[in-house]
C-alpha cells in the first residue's frame, strides 16, 4: 500500500504562486498515474490534474489550464503543482492520488493523501 502525503499549501495573496508536493512512502509512485484534485465544503471532488507514469502525458481543468503546471520526479517518488497567478476560487483542499490510468475521475484513483489546505485571498 502506497501512502501520498501532500504538503506546500498555504495562504497566498490573489496572483500569487504555491507549489504542492506530494510524496510517496511504502509502495513506489513511478508505475503510476497520478493526479490532483480539489474539494471544497459542500461541493465534489474536483478534478485538477494528471500526469501520466513517466511524466510525458499532462492533462489540465479548463480551469486552471495556463496557470498550473503539473511535473513529477520518479527518483525522489514525488508529484508537484506549481500553480501561478492564483484566484479566490482557487480556495480549496487539495489532494493528490494514484491511478492505474489517466483520468480526470476520482472514482478510479485508489490511493489518497489527507489533502493540503490552499486560501487565496482578494
Known amino acids: 500500500q502506497v501512502q501520498l502525503v501532500e504538503s506546500g499549501g498555504g495562504l497566498v495573496q490573489t496572483g500569487g504562486s504555491l507549489t504542492l508536493s506530494c510524496a510517496a512512502s511504502g509502495r513506489t509512485l513511478s508505475n503510476y498515474p497520478v493526479g490532483w484534485f480539489r474539494q471544497t465544503p459542500g461541493k465534489e471532488r474536483e478534478f485538477v490534474a494528471t500526469?501520466?507514469?513517466?511524466?510525458?502525458?499532462?492533462y489540465y481543468a479548463d480551469s486552471v489550464k495556463g496557470r498550473f503546471t503539473m511535473s513529477r520526479d520518479n527518483a525522489k517518488n514525488t508529484v508537484y503543482l506549481q500553480m501561478n497567478n492564483l484566484k479566490p476560487e482557487d480556495t480549496a483542499v487539495y489532494y493528490c492520488?494514484?491511478?492505474?490510468?489517466?483520468?480526470?475521475?476520482?472514482?478510479?484513483?485508489?490511493?489518497w493523501g489527507q489533502g493540503t489546505h490552499v486560501t487565496v485571498s482578494s
Open positions: 492520488a494514484r491511478s492505474t490510468i489517466v483520468s480526470t475521475d476520482p472514482a478510479v484513483y485508489d490511493s
Open positions: 500526469i501520466s507514469w513517466s511524466g510525458g502525458g499532462t
